[in-house]
Structure formats: C-alpha cells, structure tokens
C-alpha cells in the first residue's frame, strides 16, 4: 500500500509537471482572490499592452475564457492584416503559461508585437473557465469529462469564435496536452476549415515508451480509477487528500528535483523569476485517460473498462482510436521537440514523425533541440532565439 501511495504520489507530479504552469518549486493551492481580476488585467495591461476578455460556451454547455491581445507595445502602428492565433496550454494549466516570462520572453506578447492577433485559451476545468450553462464544479457531473470532450467541444467552440470574430483561419499554438488535443482533432477532421497552420511544442501524441521507469510505475499503480468510481470526480492539485499527500512528501523530499527527474533537466528557465504557480484542477476522468496512454502506448478514446460500457458510448466493444495518418497531408505542421524530454520522449515523437511520413515534406517543419527538456518550449529565456523565430517565420508561409 505504501508502494502504491508513493508511486500514486509520483504520477500526481508527473502531470502536474506535465501543465506548463510548473516552475521552480511547487505550490499546490492558490486563493479565490488570486481569480477575481481577469487575466488580462493580472498579467497584460500590467505589462502596457491592450486587452480583451472573452466568453465562449461549447456545444455541452462549458463556459470557457478566452483572453485578447489584439495589439502589440507599438499599438496598432504594425502594417498589414494581423493574422489570428490561437494559444493552447497544456494540462493543469491555464493561458498564463504563455505570459509568465518577461514581455521579451513570453510567446504571447512576442506574437503580438510581431504582427498577429493573439487568443489565449483557457479549457473547461481551469479556474478561469470554471462556469457551465446549468452545472457547477460542486456537482460531479461538472467533472464528467477527458480529453475527449475538450477535442470535441472546446476546441471547435474556440476556434468557432476566433474565426466569427476575425473572419479569418487561424494559426494554433499548443504545448504539451495543447498539442494532443490538435491532433485527435485534426485526426478527426474537426476545426480544419477553420486552421491555417499549427505549432505544436512538445508533443504529445503516443506516451507508451515514455523513459521514466518511475512515471510508467505510477500509471501502471495510479489509484484514479478507484477514486473515480468512488466519486471523486475532480483532481484538484490544491485540495482534498492530493494536498495532504504532496505536503506531507515534500516537507521529507525536495520536490524542487523532482521537476527535472519529472519533465527532464530542463536548460534554460531563469530561476532568478518570480514563481508564478497557476496550477490548475483537471478531471480525474482526465487523469486516468492519460494513464491508460501510457500504459497501453495507443491514442484512443476514454476506455470505460468493459465491453458493456464501451459499447454503451461508442457502439464498439474498444475505444475508437484517433488515426494520426488521417490527419490531412496538406496540413502546415510545425514541430518542436527536446532531447532532454522524459515527457514528449524523442522516441514517442519518432513514433509521431514516423506517422506522418506521407505528408507533404513542404509542410511539415521539425525543430529539435537537443538541450530542451519539457518545460524550456515555453519558459526557455532563449526560446525566442531558437523556437520562436521560426515559428513565426513559419506562420509568415502560412
């Protein structure tokens, strides 16, 4: 039992560290206060530039954040049309992950000084997308969600409106999470008349030769599944047994290591910067979904166990997997990923590329650092020099 807690424990880390909101050390619980100003007046305005926030309601009745920049420092002194981009963050995090770093750092501002018209997302369960149009996070049902549904709610639903609201295709940006959820819906055919062309930052596609023998011990021992069927429908990293767990280990271990035996040694965050912890409640739905990719090393839908169950849902005794060969040939696909990765593993992201290898070579761009660990793709105080700028550069073709 005392195996199972611990490697639970550890699991617990690996995708908190997973969210791009992980950095120097960890903080499990923020205050109600710390949500009672938008994000565009926490993090944006404070930094001199114009800021919008928006609501968007999915399809299953999720009320959903979305922050935007619509001008650089410079206002709107930039020439031409500003292309819209869309900014997905990662898992148990928020779209502060695009705006921790200084304005010279942070892709979020750096597109919005480059031209483009920024959108940052926030997915169903953060803390600033936390309304539904009849439930609320208090009632299990709230939680009654994977992965799945944010690709075939929260990702149209945002798009949807970016698009209405521009009348133009967008450019994505996903890290992480972010990026799995634009392949099961590219796979799936979903957003593509809206799309442009999509970065993806460390991606997260196939998970099942992910290095860490610790992490691939945790999903084999993760305990979701009993607290699921118990009814413990949220994960909340600041609440609640988790929050016992975590301090009652990290009072004896250094959690501040665990960061980069977690996510990889990662090269190149300023730990001179403020903490910013914006660690974010998932569902534990999400959880085990993401445990089952580990373990049996597939993308597919939530498996629900059973043949019976299975068959209820999807009509099938298995879950329907996402096909990446599907995704359509033609697609601007831009890639970066790290060799110091033990999330987004070199050898999970071959698996990815080796997918992909009808696809038109004029439209697929790899970027590989051989330095970069998970978390450098979007705190990295060079990321701008060796990721971003081709980034953007790729945007411009696109």
């Given at each position: 039992?005392?195996?199972?807690?611990?490697t639970?424990?550890?699991?617990?880390?690996l995708?908190?560290?997973?969210?791009a909101?992980?950095?120097?050390?960890?903080?499990?619980?923020?205050?109600?206060?710390?949500?009672a100003?938008?994000?565009?007046k926490l993090?944006?305005?404070?930094q001199?530039y114009?800021?919008?926030e928006?609501?968007?309601?999915t399809?299953?009745g999720?009320?959903l954040?979305?922050?935007?920049?619509p001008?650089?420092?410079?206002?709107?002194?930039?020439?031409g049309?500003?292309?819209?981009?869309?900014?997905?963050?990662?898992?148990m995090?928020?779209?502060i992950t695009?705006l921790?770093?200084?304005?010279?750092?942070?892709?979020?501002?750096?597109?919005?000084?480059?031209?483009?018209d920024?959108?940052?997302a926030?997915?169903r369960?953060t803390?600033y997308?936390s309304?539904?149009?009849s439930?609320?996070?208090?009632?299990?049902?709230?939680?009654?969600?994977?992965w799945?549904e944010?690709?075939?709610?929260?990702l149209p639903?945002l798009?949807?409106?970016?698009?209405?609201q521009t009348?133009?295709k967008?450019?994505?940006?996903g890290?992480?999470?972010?990026?799995?959820?634009?392949?099961?819906?590219?796979?799936r055919k979903?957003v593509?008349?809206?799309?442009?062309?999509a970065?993806?930052?460390?991606?997260?596609?196939?998970?099942?030769?992910m290095?860490s023998?610790?992490?691939?011990?945790?999903?084999?021992?993760?305990?979701?599944?009993?607290?699921?069927w118990?009814?413990?429908?949220?994960?909340?990293p600041?609440?609640?047994?988790?929050?016992?767990?975590v301090d009652?280990v990290?009072?004896k271990?250094?959690?501040?290591?665990?960061?980069?035996v977690?996510?990889?040694p990662?090269?190149?965050?300023n730990?001179?910067?403020?903490?910013?912890?914006?660690?974010q409640p998932?569902?534990t739905?999400?959880?085990?979904?993401l445990?089952?990719?580990?373990r049996?090393?597939?993308?597919?839908?939530?498996?629900?166990?059973?043949?019976d169950?299975?068959n209820?849902?999807?009509?099938?005794?298995?879950p329907?997997?996402?096909?990446?060969?599907?995704i359509?040939?033609?697609l601007?696909?831009?890639?970066?990923?790290?060799?110091?990765?033990?999330?987004s593993?070199?050898?999970?992201v071959?698996t990815?590329?080796d997918?992909?290898?009808?696809h038109?070579?004029?439209?697929?761009?790899?970027?590989?650092?051989?330095?970069?660990?998970h978390?450098?793709f979007?705190?990295?105080v060079?990321a701008?020099?060796?990721?971003?700028?081709?980034?953007?550069?790729?945007f411009?073709?696109?």
């Open positions: 039992m005392v195996i199972k807690t611990i639970s424990l550890i699991f617990l880390l995708f908190i560290a997973l969210a909101g992980a950095r120097t050390k960890l903080k499990w619980s923020l205050e109600a206060s710390d949500y100003d938008g994000i565009c993090m944006v305005e404070t001199g114009s800021c919008e928006h609501k968007v309601t399809k299953d999720y009320i954040s979305i922050q935007r920049i001008t650089g420092r410079s206002g709107g002194k930039t020439k049309a500003k292309p819209p981009v869309l900014l997905q963050h990662g898992l995090s928020n779209a695009w921790s770093n200084s304005p010279d750092e942070s892709l979020g501002f750096i597109l919005a000084d480059n031209g483009f920024v959108w940052l926030n997915v369960g803390n997308s309304g539904h149009t439930l609320s996070p208090d009632d299990p049902e709230y939680w009654n969600w994977s799945d944010r690709v075939a709610y929260d639903a798009f949807q409106y970016v698009y209405d009348g133009e967008l450019h994505y940006v890290h992480s999470l972010g990026t799995l959820m634009a392949f099961g819906a590219f796979s979903e593509l008349n809206m799309v442009r062309s970065a993806l930052l460390s991606p997260i596609a196939y998970m099942g030769q290095p023998p610790l992490a691939r011990a945790a999903a084999d021992a993760f305990i979701a599944e009993d607290l699921y118990l009814g413990l429908k949220e994960f909340a600041g609440g609640g047994a988790a929050s016992k767990l009652e990290c009072s271990i250094d959690c501040t290591n665990l960061e980069s977690i996510t990889g990662n090269c190149c965050m730990s001179s910067k403020a903490n910013l912890d914006h660690q998932t569902a739905k999400n959880m085990i979904h445990a089952q990719m580990i049996q090393g597939t993308i597919a839908m939530f498996d629900y166990g059973n043949e169950d299975n209820k849902h999807y009509g099938q005794p298995n329907p997997e996402y096909n990446m060969t599907s359509p040939n033609d601007p696909l831009f890639l970066s990923y790290g060799g110091k990765d033990l999330l593993d070199v050898k999970d071959q990815l590329i997918t992909l290898s009808d038109d070579p004029d439209k697929l761009v790899l970027l590989y650092r051989d330095d970069y660990a978390l450098d979007v705190y990295g060079n701008k020099q060796v990721v971003y700028n081709p980034l953007m550069a790729f411009h073709l696109n």
